[in-house]
Protein backbone atom coordinates (compact mmCIF):
# COMPACT_ATOMS: atom_id res chain seq x y z
CA UNK A 1 0.00 0.00 0.00
CA UNK A 2 2.71 2.32 0.59
CA UNK A 3 4.42 1.85 -2.61
CA UNK A 4 1.39 2.85 -4.33
CA UNK A 5 1.13 6.22 -2.37
CA UNK A 6 4.40 7.00 -2.93
CA UNK A 7 3.83 6.48 -6.76
CA UNK A 8 0.91 8.55 -6.64
CA UNK A 9 3.07 11.46 -4.55
CA UNK A 10 5.53 11.05 -7.34
CA UNK A 11 2.95 11.41 -10.20
CA UNK A 12 1.19 14.38 -8.76
CA UNK A 13 4.57 15.95 -8.26
CA UNK A 14 5.77 15.52 -12.19
CA UNK A 15 2.58 16.54 -12.91
CA UNK A 16 3.34 19.62 -11.02
CA UNK A 17 6.59 19.91 -12.43
CA UNK A 18 5.30 19.83 -16.17
CA UNK A 19 2.30 22.30 -15.59
CA UNK A 20 4.53 25.00 -14.00
CA UNK A 21 7.27 24.86 -16.86
CA UNK A 22 4.87 24.67 -20.21
CA UNK A 23 2.98 27.85 -21.19
CA UNK A 24 0.20 29.03 -23.55
CA UNK A 25 1.82 29.51 -26.80
CA UNK A 26 1.97 32.85 -28.75
CA UNK A 27 -0.52 33.11 -31.98
CA UNK A 28 2.74 33.36 -34.30
CA UNK A 29 3.84 29.83 -32.52
CA UNK A 30 0.75 28.31 -33.12
CA UNK A 31 0.09 29.38 -36.53
CA UNK A 32 4.01 28.33 -37.27
CA UNK A 33 2.94 24.45 -35.62
CA UNK A 34 0.33 23.94 -37.41
CA UNK A 35 1.32 24.66 -40.95
CA UNK A 36 4.44 22.40 -39.66
CA UNK A 37 2.18 19.76 -38.73
CA UNK A 38 -0.44 19.98 -41.93
CA UNK A 39 2.33 20.02 -44.23
CA UNK A 40 3.66 16.78 -42.90
CA UNK A 41 0.75 14.91 -42.68
CA UNK A 42 0.38 16.16 -46.61
CA UNK A 43 3.70 15.37 -47.29
CA UNK A 44 3.07 11.51 -46.14
CA UNK A 45 -0.14 11.66 -47.51
CA UNK A 46 1.33 12.49 -51.12
CA UNK A 47 4.17 9.76 -49.97
CA UNK A 48 1.61 7.25 -49.11
CA UNK A 49 -0.51 8.09 -52.72
CA UNK A 50 3.06 7.37 -55.00
CA UNK A 51 4.13 4.27 -53.39
CA UNK A 52 0.39 3.10 -53.88
CA UNK A 53 0.78 3.84 -57.50
CA UNK A 54 4.19 2.28 -58.05
CA UNK A 55 3.35 -0.48 -55.97
CA UNK A 56 -0.47 -1.04 -58.36
CA UNK A 57 1.68 -0.54 -61.51
CA UNK A 58 4.55 -3.60 -60.70
CA UNK A 59 1.57 -5.68 -59.63
CA UNK A 60 -0.99 -5.16 -62.48
CA UNK A 61 0.66 -3.04 -65.19
CA UNK A 62 -1.90 -0.40 -64.73
CA UNK A 63 -3.03 2.02 -62.14
CA UNK A 64 -5.83 0.36 -60.08
CA UNK A 65 -7.07 2.09 -56.58
CA UNK A 66 -8.94 -0.34 -55.56
Given at each position: MINIQEKLKTFISNSRH?????????????SRSAKIIILGVLLIGVMGFVLGVIISLITTGTVSFI
Open positions: VLNVSYRPSNHEF
